[in-house]
């Protein structure tokens, strides 16, 4: 009997719990929900997006409104049409009852700046994808010039290291790589401004001092980038201090295992 009375009490609890959610369900949908919590996670001093920003993208989009109920929100259209701004990484919209609804975004992170033959402009993320510019934020990266033939809708990095018909015409990766080293070395981000692309495939670097231009060569692997930017900071570190920053008017890093250095030409 009393085993009975207890089944029948937790069952009674049970629905009770149950018709409890329910009812605090309905009152959540049919709440007015506002302007959601934005948090917008960035790398570093870049930020392509502020939280007022993307909500004011997401009202011009017609997303979120005055007077929109939890139930008239979609949140899976919201994350869709943020994940397809090209400056975010990933995005969860999430709602929880009894609180505000939140959209939590992580910006991709800048390492170059690229301009085209084309007039366009964009920048390389640090996993290899194109960004879009945006006019309201710069950053604060090496800026990548010339001969390039990369178009703003190319493919992406990964993808061309991935096709052996892409990594023959295409300049997206080299430039990768060189903008890569140059940005998460110190020494290097202080001291290379910008990478230009030369019609004979050489890639030079304009240096923040000193008069010299840098002759790279080319870029086509990761160890070739390394060896080269080593044997740069050697001369930068040992080299230059003697002889006097304005000294030499090229420093060439296209020969293996040597630097070739050229005095500017007397008039």
């Given at each position: 009997?009393?085993k009975?009375?207890?089944i029948?009490?937790?069952v009674l609890f049970?629905?009770?719990?149950i018709?409890?959610?329910?009812?605090?369900?309905q009152?959540?949908?049919a709440?007015?929900?506002?302007?959601?919590e934005a948090i917008?996670?960035k790398?570093?001093?870049?930020?392509?997006i502020?939280?007022?920003e993307?909500?004011?993208?997401?009202k011009?989009?017609g997303?979120i409104y005055?007077?929109q109920?939890?139930?008239?929100?979609?949140?899976?259209e919201?994350?869709k049409?943020i994940?397809?701004?090209?400056q975010?990484k990933s995005?969860?919209?999430?709602?929880?009852?009894?609180s505000e609804?939140?959209?939590?975004?992580?910006?991709?992170?800048?390492i170059?700046?690229v301009?085209?033959?084309f007039?366009e402009s964009f920048?390389?993320?640090?996993?290899?994808?194109?960004?879009?510019t945006?006019?309201?934020?710069?950053?604060?990266?090496?800026?990548?010039?010339?001969?390039?033939?990369d178009?703003?809708?190319?493919?992406?990095?990964?993808?061309?290291?991935n096709?052996d018909?892409?990594?023959?015409?295409?300049?997206?990766?080299?430039?990768?790589?060189?903008?890569?080293?140059?940005?998460?070395?110190p020494?290097?981000r202080?001291l290379?401004?910008q990478?230009?692309?030369k019609k004979?495939?050489d890639f030079?670097?304009?240096?923040l001092v000193g008069s010299?231009?840098?002759?790279?060569?080319?870029?086509?692997?990761?160890?070739?980038?390394?060896e080269k930017?080593?044997?740069?900071?050697?001369?930068?570190?040992?080299g230059?201090?003697?002889?006097?920053?304005?000294?030499y008017s090229?420093?060439?890093l296209k020969y293996?295992?040597q630097?070739?250095c050229?005095?500017p030409?007397?008039e």
């Amino acid at each position: 009997m009393k085993k009975g009375l207890k089944i029948a009490f937790w069952v009674l609890f049970s629905a009770g719990v149950i018709a409890l959610i329910a009812m605090v369900q309905q009152h959540q949908l049919a709440t007015v929900a506002g302007d959601p919590e934005a948090i917008i996670h960035k790398v570093g001093e870049d930020v392509f997006i502020t939280d007022e920003e993307l909500v004011s993208m997401l009202k011009a989009e017609g997303l979120i409104y005055d007077g929109q109920t939890y139930e008239q929100l979609d949140t899976e259209e919201i994350e869709k049409y943020i994940r397809n701004i090209s400056q975010v990484k990933s995005v969860e919209v999430f709602t929880r009852i009894g609180s505000e609804w939140k959209v939590d975004v992580n910006l991709r992170e800048p390492i170059a700046r690229v301009f085209n033959v084309f007039g366009e402009s964009f920048y390389l993320d640090k996993d290899g994808y194109i960004v879009e510019t945006s006019n309201r934020h710069t950053a604060r990266v090496p800026v990548v010039t010339g001969e390039i033939k990369d178009r703003i809708d190319a493919a992406s990095v990964p993808e061309i290291i991935n096709n052996d018909s892409l990594i023959s015409i295409q300049k997206l990766d080299d430039i990768y790589r060189i903008s890569s080293y140059v940005c998460y070395d110190p020494v290097l981000r202080s001291l290379v401004s910008q990478i230009q692309l030369k019609k004979n495939g050489d890639f030079v670097l304009v240096p923040l001092v000193g008069s010299q231009k840098i002759v790279f060569g080319s870029a086509c692997s990761d160890k070739e980038v390394r060896e080269k930017f080593e044997k740069l900071k050697i001369f930068y570190r040992e080299g230059m201090p003697n002889v006097g920053w304005n000294t030499y008017s090229e420093i060439s890093l296209k020969y293996d295992n040597q630097i070739v250095c050229k005095k500017p030409s007397a008039e």
